[in-house]
């Protein structure tokens, strides 16, 4: 889901970003990482809905769950959330932690239903204490915002390891950002880049671009511009606008890759099309030292698949492993 970053660490242009999850209309928060139900995708006939129906009147609770999940979705039946909500309850009720996470996530965005921050912590608890890594990392979130509940982020921590330790990216991209942002003794830098690193091995663009950072500062980790470079890439290939900004500054200074200014204003100008100021601050004053060649090979770039952009270069330094 798409939102808000927070600067935290200016580094010349690269910064680190904020990676907390649910979907924020506060200014802290960055909805990129939020954790949400997923959504439907199955077509059941007719005779499987009826089916389906049988077992939840019986107080199956999967089949209960299920038939809310088929009426919010408007999946073989017509949408009706009410109906969706009441089914959704009576499996939350019987202890099914997919049922109370949706709940969850409903109460605390005001979904379907009225915004409710207390019902939210509520259900996401119950689902969090059986293990569902995604109701703790948003649990964690409204402990850490201060949601429903007062701010606590020794709570907050607790529970985005919890969910990180389950192999959730969202809550390890998110622990990563606490123990980096933590104050005094507490903050660790080692402890951050391992988070981030995880996350981003799992693909999380917020977490890559900070495990570029990390690189780039040489904070938890050894200063390698070509590491940096790789994992900022990663994060830009997805779509990722202030990594895109980041890999631009990367071509324009040739730190970790070759300097290129075609490629550098390539990459200035997709983030500055996502509407990224510094992107598009920093493309204008590139264009004042590139030659009108330059520039129009680098426009014409900027239109191609991004897989087809300039290849990533390699040096005796080894790379991560991608998955």
């Not at 511009?225 to 990722?240: D, L, P």
């Amino acid at each position: 889901m798409k939102g808000r970053v927070v600067p935290i660490v200016a580094l010349c242009v690269l910064s680190l970003h904020a990676s907390v999850s649910n979907v924020a209309e506060s200014q802290q928060k960055d909805s990129s990482s939020d954790v949400s139900p997923e959504p439907a995708t199955v077509f059941l006939t007719t005779a499987e809905v009826s089916n389906l129906r049988q077992k939840a009147e019986k107080g199956d609770a999967t089949a209960e769950y299920s038939l809310g999940v088929l009426y919010m979705e408007g999946l073989g039946l017509l949408r009706d959330d009410t109906e969706g909500v009441k089914w959704h309850k009576a499996a939350a009720a019987q202890g099914l932690a997919d049922a109370q996470f949706m709940l969850g996530y409903l109460y605390e965005h005001g979904k379907k239903i009225a915004r409710d921050y207390g019902l939210a912590l509520t259900y996401y608890r119950g689902a969090a204490e059986q293990g569902h890594a995604s109701a703790a990392n948003n649990l964690a979130a409204m402990y850490q915002h201060g949601q429903g509940v007062p701010k606590n982020l020794k709570e907050a921590k607790k529970w985005y390891r919890i969910a990180a330790e389950h192999g959730n990216a969202t809550a390890q991209s998110n622990l990563a950002f606490l123990y980096f942002s933590d104050k005094g003794a507490a903050r660790d830098y080692q402890e951050a880049a391992r988070w981030f690193l995880a996350a981003a091995e799992q693909g999380l663009p917020v977490a890559q671009s900070n495990l570029g950072v990390m690189y780039y500062s040489g904070m938890g980790v050894p200063l390698d511009f070509v590491q940096s470079a790789h994992w900022t890439r990663r994060a830009a290939e997805q779509g990722y606008t202030r990594a895109q900004t980041d890999l631009g500054y990367f071509y324009e200074q040739g730190k970790g890759v070759p300097l290129d200014y075609v490629t550098a204003y390539m990459w200035y100008s997709l983030a500055a099309a996502r509407g990224d100021a510094q992107g598009l601050a920093r493309m204008k004053s590139l264009a004042q030292v590139m030659t009108r060649t330059q520039l129009g090979k680098a426009r014409v770039s900027a239109g191609a698949p991004q897989n087809s952009m300039h290849s990533e270069p390699r040096s005796a330094s080894s790379l991560p492993k991608q998955r």
